[in-house]
């Protein structure tokens, strides 16, 4: 088990006036390999709840366990846990800040502790895993870049601690369709290298077409835990969690509501809906 | 967040209510006030007369007392070398070259009294004004000057700018503090050379990114045809009422009194 998260509350600025609830009593663990996609309206809680999965918050009550160790316990190393833990922050470029790119990729190795061969090992390997191969831009400044390439430095500067899991909040927010596939592949290829990836996103339809369960968070509660079809074939909870659908399913949703009674609710695979439209119109499957 | 010292306290009592302009020169005036007084009475009296408008503008005591907290430290170092420095009057207490004399003791007091005065002072114009009537209200008593030439607008502009800012590059470096500390960055151990190089990661791109902000507040303000103070007219006019004027009259007998009091003995 990877990450797992018991009973995890957390108050902002307790005791003052100013006091706010950020999230209540959340549990649910993370086995490793997964690919678990985190979504929920703005202010829900992900980020809060994120942050709590590396130690860079400390839970008001409850307990958060990275392999097996306690984050809250005085004797885990939170550098430890951040390099097993690897959080790409939203925006991830704005904290590039060395002079050039394999500098930068090598910060994170080399506060972990790893020797400077070892940091540029990891650094290169790092890069060329985030499809950076030109050596040229290893040493260019990271603010030379474009937008797209700055994003994958900065994904590439936590890669390079070789963390066991990748959580990343936003990865594709700002990025123009191209970009944005990109970084969509990316995520598909660290996953598949075997890092448990935990995504927070916006974007309905790359939690369905990546993740193979996915949390809703609403109101700083965890509402539900579930594979992506069955959370968007749940027209009740996606209304509640004020969460959009992604495209197919929309689509799907529409014709059942058009009389297309066959038509399985949450479908949001492009393949499975042409399929389902086909023989819908084959049997004639219209009730109304 | 804490509320620190000078943070607005939104309220609309009458001291919130009163013009920008008439609060900063009746705050000015009570400054100059502040060193006229010299004698127990006249510092009663003043502390009296603060704590009556603080009262009037019904912000907790406690916030300023708590806004005092920084300035603790001040006080004391200059009680201290008062009390240690001072030459003349009787002996009081000594030990091997260290001595303490009555006068000593008197002009440590006064002084420490003074600092505390003229930070309530100050702590009630800006606890009760916000930041922009604050520069609104310098920017109309400056604009005499800009007659000789003096950038009484840009001034106020580039402040309120300034101010407005402070937060948002509060929450920035919060945020890539995090981002650094995910990459194992180590802000709070080490020696002072340590710790300053551990703050490169936060500074560089905390510089990086106010700027892009200036550059793309510069972008907006000219989008919208700013430019500069010349004929720009204000979409809230700043007004002198009759609690203005009753302001100004009760400061000016409260200081006829010390001004009475202090050349009269």
């Known amino acids: ?288 | 967040m804490t509320i620190t010292l000078g943070q607005y306290f939104p309220g609309t009592s009458v001291i919130h209510r009163l013009d920008p302009r008439v609060k900063i020169v009746l705050s000015l005036a009570l400054i100059v006030l502040v060193f006229f007084c010299n004698s127990a009475l006249t510092y009663g009296l003043f502390l009296a007369f603060l704590l009556g408008v603080s009262a009037l503008s019904r912000i907790h005591l406690r916030f300023i007392i708590r806004g005092m907290k920084p300035i603790l430290f001040i006080v004391l170092m200059t009680f201290v070398i008062n009390m240690l420095f001072t030459s003349g009057g009787t002996k009081i207490w000594s030990w091997r070259f260290i001595t303490i004399t009555d006068l000593g003791v008197q002009t440590a007091v006064r002084m420490a009294l003074r600092l505390i005065l003229l930070v309530i002072v100050s702590q009630i114009l800006t606890l009760t004004t916000s930041s922009i009537s604050l520069t609104d209200g310098l920017e109309s008593l400056l604009k005499p000057l800009a007659k000789i030439g003096f950038p009484a607008h840009e001034l106020a502009m580039m402040m309120s700018i300034a101010m407005r800012f402070i937060p948002t590059l509060m929450k920035e470096a919060d945020k890539i503090m995090k981002a650094q500390k995910a990459r194992g960055a180590d802000f709070e151990t080490g020696g002072l050379i340590k710790r300053a190089r551990a703050m490169l990661p936060l500074l560089v791109p905390l510089f990086i990114s106010a700027f892009r902000r200036a550059d793309e507040l510069a972008m907006a303000m000219e989008a919208r045809c700013y430019r500069g103070g010349v004929r720009r007219t204000r979409m809230k006019v700043l007004k002198l009422t009759r609690l203005d004027a009753a302001a100004v009259a009760v400061e000016a007998v409260f200081a006829a009194l010390i001004l009475i009091l202090v050349y009269s003995a």
Request: glycine residues 10%.
């Open chain 1, 1 to 288: 088990m990877s990450i797992e998260v018991r009973n995890l509350t957390h108050v902002y600025m307790a005791g003052t006036p100013f006091e706010k609830k950020a999230l209540a009593d959340v549990s649910f663990s993370i086995d490793s390999g997964e690919f678990v996609g985190i979504i929920g309206h703005t202010g829900s809680g992900k980020s809060t709840l994120i942050m709590h999965l590396n130690g860079l918050l400390m839970p008001t009550s409850g307990e958060c366990l990275v392999d097996g160790m306690s984050l809250s316990d005085k004797n885990t190393s939170l550098r430890d846990v951040r390099r097993r833990v690897g959080m790409v922050f939203q925006y991830p470029e704005y904290q590039l800040f060395e002079e050039t790119v394999l500098a930068d990729v090598k910060f994170g190795p080399k506060n972990m502790g790893f020797s400077d061969s070892e940091a540029e090992a990891g650094a290169v390997e790092a890069l060329r895993q985030v499809g950076l191969e030109d050596e040229r831009v290893w040493q260019a400044s990271p603010f030379e870049l474009s937008g797209g390439q700055k994003r994958r430095v900065a994904i590439a500067g936590v890669l390079a601690m070789k963390p066991n899991t990748l959580i990343l909040d936003e990865p594709t927010a700002g990025l123009d369709p191209r970009g944005r596939g990109e970084i969509m592949a990316l995520m598909r290829s660290i996953h598949a290298a075997g890092v448990t990836v935990v995504m927070v996103s916006h974007s309905m339809a790359d939690v369905a077409n990546l993740c193979s369960r996915a949390l809703v968070m609403s109101g700083g509660r965890l509402i539900a835990d579930d594979a992506p079809r069955a959370i968007f074939a749940d027209a009740d909870l996606v209304k509640r969690a004020s969460l959009g659908l992604p495209p197919c399913a929309q689509l799907s949703a529409a014709l059942r509501e058009a009389g297309f009674g066959d038509i399985p609710a949450g479908l949001f695979d492009r393949n499975a809906l042409t399929d389902a439209i086909e023989t819908a119109l084959r049997t004639g499957g219209m009730t109304a």
